[in-house]
């Protein structure tokens, strides 16, 4: 236990520092899939939400250990820590039962902000998973796991956003980063989250698996804000170039 404290300490150190420091406590109504590609060897992930800028707090990702979705009753330091975590050696379900009973439950400037309603997500770099919905994550709240993938959200439309999510990431083909965008409009078709959208992102990484030297990044694409348009049709339009930039290469 002393020897998680002290990896959780230290990621929560690290990772404050590319922490939004907006912490009003808004609720996040959110959908995600984290998914791996066993061809390549990326992992990734994707979100969208009714909130600015989601893709700041929510995705979290380090080539050669594994990607960590947080959400619902959002504690940031999730992110950092899970990766921690995952870094020293432990498997997936034992990063979530850490993060959990490390959670101190601390509230939120005095106001109720329970880990009871905290949705995560965790994967490592071989594509084994496990996630958490809280019982108190706002209706509708849920998960559905798939081979590869999972998905995850709250607020949402219902159980169906979930469920196609999964589906569509399983039978589309094409580049990770299709897939994963292609779960996300399922998800939006199926309902989405309840009070509409805002913006979208995804995170893909692959050791040396980036343009230049040293870089781990895929594909890293955010639109922070389309409320009176349609973040996805644009996330759409960012996968599709950069997929067809990759075909000339």
Known sequence: MRLIAAILASALAFGAQGASQDKRPDPVATFSILGFDAQ???VGGAVQSRVFAVGNGVLWAEADVGIVTTQAIVDVSYGPKGLALLRAGMTPSAVVRAL????????YRGQPWPKAGRQFAVMDAKGNYAVHTGPEATAWAGHKTGRLCTAQGNIL???AVVNDMVSTFEKTEGHLSL?????????QAAGGDKRGMQ?????????????WL???VVL???VDEASESDPLKELRRLVEYWNTRQRRR
């Open 40 to 42: 390549t060897g990326e």
């Open 100 to 107: 959990l009973d490390s959670d101190p439950d601390p509230g």
């Open 214 to 216: 040293n870089n781990d």
């Open 179 to 187: 897939r994963l965008m292609a779960a996300l409009e399922a998800g």
């Open 220 to 222: 890293r694409l955010q």
């Open 157 to 159: 439309a219902g159980e």
């Open 199 to 211: 913006s979208a992102a995804i995170l893909i990484v692959k050791k040396n698996g980036g343009v």
